[in-house]
């Protein structure tokens, strides 16, 4: 079944790590999408590709980077992880006259 | 220009009654106006969703109402379920801007037994 999966579901990591959080989608969507959002609340966008080689920030100033090689795969790196990037991450996808479509987002916590 | 406006923040209903969540937006560009539904621990999901060519669109138990003059839409859930307790967005995009979602707040829903 096409989905959009995003590992691992949670991270508990120290301060000052390298950490990337892996976004993978068999949907074929040229689409992807990072959002950052504190538990029940708003969503906002960090990072966004519309095909390979495109990356874009989104609204949300972020300190991660993302990166697009291939199609299917969407991973956001934070170089040197802060207590202040304690949130959870949802990657999502859209294809044509499609709507967006969510993964069940990473739950990271920076201690 | 940008901003949906969501209200309320959080609403109890009784088991049975109506939920009604509220959105007003400002850009008269925006034509498309899509509401996710989202349980804890999962992503938001698409619930149902409208365009500005017509008032008002019914599936099943959720109908969304929509005002192009007043610049406002809302989520109507008949017969609330408690099944149905979750954390509600509405959002809007234009075409023009690749139809990027600007959401609005959120609104937690929580339906009484």
């Known amino acids: 079944e096409a989905d959009i999966y995003q590992t691992p579901r949670y991270l508990v990591i120290g301060t000052g790590k390298k950490i990337t959080l892996e976004c993978s989608q068999t949907m074929g969507h040229d689409k992807m999408y990072w959002y950052q959002q504190d538990p029940g609340m708003e969503l906002h966008l960090i990072h966004y590709s519309y095909g390979v080689n495109s990356t874009e920030k989104g609204d949300l100033s972020s300190e991660s980077t993302v990166s697009r090689i291939r199609t299917e795969h969407f991973p956001l790196t934070l170089e040197s992880a802060r207590p202040s990037h304690t949130s959870q991450y949802l990657c999502?996808?859209?294809?044509?006259?499609?709507?967006?479509?969510f993964g069940n987002g990473t739950r990271l916590t920076v201690t | 220009q940008q901003q949906v406006k969501q209200s309320p923040q959080s609403l109890i209903v009784q088991k049975g009654g109506i939920s009604i969540i509220n959105c007003a937006y400002e850009?008269?560009?925006?034509?498309?106006f899509p509401w996710y539904q989202q349980f804890p621990g999962k992503g938001p999901a698409l619930l149902i969703a409208i365009r500005p060519d017509v008032s008002e669109k019914k599936e099943g138990r959720f109908t969304i109402s929509f005002n192009k003059s007043a610049k406002q839409f809302s989520l109507h859930i008949m017969d609330s379920q408690p099944g149905d307790s979750a954390t509600y967005f509405c959002?809007?995009?234009?075409?023009?801007?690749?139809?990027?979602?600007?959401w609005g707040a959120g609104t937690k829903l929580i339906i009484k037994p």
């Open positions: 999502a996808t859209r294809g044509p006259n499609s709507p967006l479509h």
């Open positions: 850009n008269t560009a925006f034509d498309y």
């Open positions: 959002a809007a995009s234009k075409r023009d801007s690749n139809y990027q979602l600007i």
